[in-house]
């Protein structure tokens, strides 16, 4: 008897090092790990906030797994690869924080990655008044689209953060679909992620997985 399909599963990464000892960054080798075994059981969509430049270390290993890659990028980080200097962020070591630039993320592009806005400049959006809001939904999606002259379809709430009138606001700025952390698969405004770090060895990975 033929089974039916595997369920799909959205993890979410922010940067790759074998040497940074970050809460965001995790070891290439484990993340690898982590995508092998959850293979096993769903079908995997491995998504990388921030776009960190060091993400692209592993992008050549998980196009050999098999899995669907995609770049979450704030766009005013984008035109220089600044490192992504936010107030969460403050103190770190800014080449670790390097971001790609849009020469990177238009190469990454043609072939065959996908890349989804996380804003312009990474807000608290719950925090934001209306104007504010519209802003960063509407000209990160407009700069992607105008960049890389393609749509931009997806959207990943920086920090996780969404409320209703975060996910309306996103719905009217033309985006299909926006990823939350904890969301729901019957709202396409709130799907949900895997986040993983370095703390998840792979059975405490497995352990999320069943969890869910």
């Known amino acids: 008897?033929?089974?039916?399909?595997?369920?799909?599963?959205?993890?979410?990464?922010?940067?790759?090092?074998?040497?940074?000892?970050?809460?965001?960054?995790?070891?290439?080798?484990?993340?690898?790990?982590?995508?092998?075994?959850?293979?096993?059981?769903?079908?995997?969509?491995?998504?990388?906030?921030?776009?960190?430049?060091?993400?692209?270390?592993?992008?050549?290993?998980?196009?050999?797994?098999?899995?669907?890659?995609?770049i979450f990028v704030c766009t005013r980080y984008?035109?220089?690869?600044?490192?992504?200097?936010?107030?969460?962020?403050?103190?770190?070591?800014?080449?670790?924080?390097?971001?790609?630039?849009?020469d990177e993320l238009r190469e990454h592009a043609a072939r065959g990655i996908a890349i989804g806005s996380h804003a312009v400049s990474h807000p608290h959006l719950t925090t934001l008044s209306e104007d504010e809001l519209r802003r960063e939904l509407n000209e990160s999606k407009q700069e992607i689209e105008n960049r890389l002259g393609r749509p931009c379809e997806d959207f990943a709430y920086p920090y996780g953060e969404h409320d209703g009138r975060v996910r309306a606001a996103t719905r009217a700025a033309g985006y299909g679909r926006a990823y939350a952390l904890r969301g729901s698969r019957s709202d396409a405004y709130a799907a949900p992620r895997l986040d993983l770090y370095r703390r998840h060895t792979v059975p405490r990975t497995l352990a999320r997985l069943l969890g869910r």
């Open 78 to 102: 984008a035109l220089v690869g600044a490192p992504l200097t936010i107030p969460e962020l403050a103190g770190d070591d800014p080449q670790q924080l390097a971001t790609m630039n849009w």
């Open 1 to 70: 008897m033929r089974s039916g399909p595997r369920r799909s599963l959205v993890l979410c990464y922010h940067a790759v090092s074998p040497t940074w000892d970050h809460r965001l960054a995790i070891q290439p080798d484990l993340l690898l790990r982590q995508v092998r075994v959850l293979s096993r059981f769903r079908q995997v969509h491995v998504t990388f906030d921030d776009a960190f430049r060091s993400a692209a270390t592993v992008f050549p290993a998980l196009e050999r797994l098999g899995v669907t890659v995609q």
